[in-house]
Nanobody, 123 residues
Framework: QVQLVESGGGLVQAGGSLRLSCAAS????????MGWFRQAPGKEREFVAA????????SYADSMKGRFTISRDNAKNTVDLQMNSLKPEDTAVYYC????????????????WGQGTQVTVSS
């Protein structure tokens, strides 16, 4: 069992930056693909980014490419999401997730989830 705890959310103005962090415990962190997802009110949970077990491969949703960067530190059991040039439409609850399957992007395929952290971008 893997436990995930997100932090770093908050209120930011459009054009600003936030860095989210997710701390993992209870499992072998380096055995898991890690993903970030988000869910806005009334919308389905959507893929943001994923990073491979060793950190050498990343993938992003098209709307996040060039603005968001996912990274991980297997020594600290953490995965971060650096978000730059934030837009009001980035407002959502952001979740980190873990799964042993390689580089998956569908939320239904991830086994472990954090409780989420709220990101609000004001215009």
């Amino acid at each position: 069992q893997v436990q995930l705890v997100e932090s770093g959310g908050g209120l930011v103005q459009a054009g600003g930056s936030l860095r989210l962090s997710c701390a993992a415990s209870g499992g072998t962190f380096s055995a898991y693909t890690m993903g970030w997802f988000r869910q806005a009110p009334g919308k389905e949970r959507e893929f943001v980014a994923a990073i491979s077990r060793g950190g050498g491969t990343t993938s992003y949703a098209d709307s996040m490419k060039g603005r968001f960067t996912i990274s991980r530190d297997n020594a600290k059991n953490t995965v971060d999401l650096q978000m730059n040039s934030l837009k009001p439409e980035d407002t959502a609850v952001y979740y980190c997730a873990a799964d042993r399957t390689y580089m998956i992007s569908s939320p239904s395929e991830y086994d472990y989830w954090g409780q989420g952290t709220q990101v609000t971008v004001s215009s």
